[in-house]
């Protein structure tokens, strides 16, 4: 089973309107952290804002917040004013506990294509 | 020079070719990572390395070779590679042992075509 699942290959947003860009994830482990990247056609990944399974609030990041819904497994992205800057792919992970020592890796989803129109 | 650094941009290779991915990490992290991201596809995991020791090798074809001379370098050596190896190669790095929550930086990564 997938861990992360992006289920909007694309989105379009006027200029100035809020998006929400959908995550849903996957785990057995009590103790996770749930991240989004942005990936510009440069190619490089950002990272945007993180959330912790024991976080009491949502993140918030700037013009970034994660709409976390625990229950739901559900972590989604709202993108507050959008710019056209923002045109970009965006990408939802997870990291999961890792035994001591080892490094932990994060798990990707497919992620979205964000178009924002002037 | 700050965060990761990777080697060329762009590679354009034929299959026949012998060629190297550089990645550099100037963040002082002890874990550094492959990821491969290919067209439509979510990023997969190659490789990582934890302390210079290769830790996970997520079924990638010998033709892919990993070295990890330091904390700090992490090449990707190519050799008779196949057309549908051409993909964006993404290096990271990571702390480990610090919170869930301590992101992974990654570079710009490399473009490359198999011809």
């Known amino acids: 089973a997938q861990k992360i699942t992006q289920t909007q290959p694309g989105m379009f947003v006027q200029e100035k309107e809020a998006v929400t860009l959908d995550c849903t994830y996957d785990?057995?482990?009590?103790?996770?952290?749930l991240f989004w990247y942005k990936q510009p056609s440069s190619g490089e990944m950002i990272f945007l804002i993180y959330?912790?399974?024991?976080?009491?609030q949502n993140a918030t990041e700037g013009r970034y917040s994660l709409n976390f819904q625990k229950a739901r497994k559900s972590a989604n992205l709202v993108i507050s004013a959008s710019q056209l800057g923002d045109s970009a792919m965006y990408f939802c992970?997870?990291?999961?506990?890792?035994?001591?020592?080892?490094?932990?890796?994060?798990?990707f989803g497919s992620g979205t294509q964000l178009t924002v129109l002037p | 020079e700050t965060g990761v650094t990777q080697t060329p941009r762009h590679l354009v290779m034929g299959m026949t070719n012998k060629k190297s991915l550089k990645c550099e990490q100037h963040?002082?992290?002890?874990?550094m990572y492959w990821y491969k991201q290919s067209a439509k596809k979510p990023l997969e995991l190659m490789f990582v390395?934890?302390?210079?020791?290769?830790?996970e090798n997520n079924s990638v074809p010998s033709r892919f070779s990993p070295e990890c001379p330091n904390s700090s370098h992490l090449f990707l050596h190519l050799h008779t590679l196949q057309p549908e190896d051409s993909a964006l190669y993404l290096c990271?790095?990571?702390?480990?042992?610090?919170?869930?929550?301590?992101?992974?930086?990654f570079g710009q990564g490399t473009r490359l075509t198999v011809v």
């Open positions: 992970a997870m990291r999961e506990r890792a035994s001591s020592g080892s490094a932990r890796q994060l798990t």
């Open positions: 959330q912790g399974s024991y976080d009491q």
């Open positions: 990271a790095s990571s702390q480990v042992g610090s919170p869930l929550g301590s992101e992974a930086f």
């Open positions: 785990t057995s482990d009590p103790s996770y952290g």
């Open positions: 390395y934890n302390f210079k020791e290769q830790t």
């Open positions: 963040l002082g992290h002890n874990a």
